[in-house]
């Protein structure tokens, strides 16, 4: 699955549109970790416990958002964003959305291949390459 924040991806072709996709999830500080996190507060700098909380909010919420794309057909999101808001004192919402579309990478020597979208229509695929793929190009 390609996932862009951009409204196309360079070296692809949108074959197909299929909505607006998105994964979301409520979260509410873990009281001892929050408890923790106050006194960090006090000292200024990073609070690690609500660090962590976001990242596996974000990864959730990505894992949500790309099985709703996948199970309407998609390959690839575009436009993709992160938006967070407060429920009451003690409740975060977090989602991330996008457009799913179907992609087709532009082969080498096609105007607006990439290397990226070479390798991957060498290989048949609509997905992303690896970075070895690119690589050996």
């Not at 290397?115 to 690896?130: E, I, K, M, N, Y």
């Amino acid at each position: 699955m390609i996932i862009v924040t951009s409204n196309d991806i360079p070296g692809y072709h949108i074959e197909a549109v299929f909505g607006e996709v998105m994964g979301m999830t409520v979260r509410s500080a873990n009281i001892v970790g929050g408890f923790t996190a106050s006194f960090r507060a006090l000292g200024g700098g990073e609070l690690p416990e609500y660090t962590k909380i976001v990242y596996e909010s974000r990864h959730e919420v990505m894992n949500r958002m790309v099985q709703e794309a996948e199970s309407r057909g998609a390959n690839a999101i575009v436009a993709m964003r992160f938006d967070t808001g407060e429920i009451g004192q003690s409740f975060t919402e977090i989602c991330a959305y996008g457009t799913a579309v179907a992609v087709r990478p532009i082969a080498e020597g096609q105007a607006g291949s990439t290397p990226q979208s070479a390798a991957d229509a060498a290989r048949g695929g609509s997905g992303p390459a690896t970075v070895q793929d690119t690589r050996a190009r």
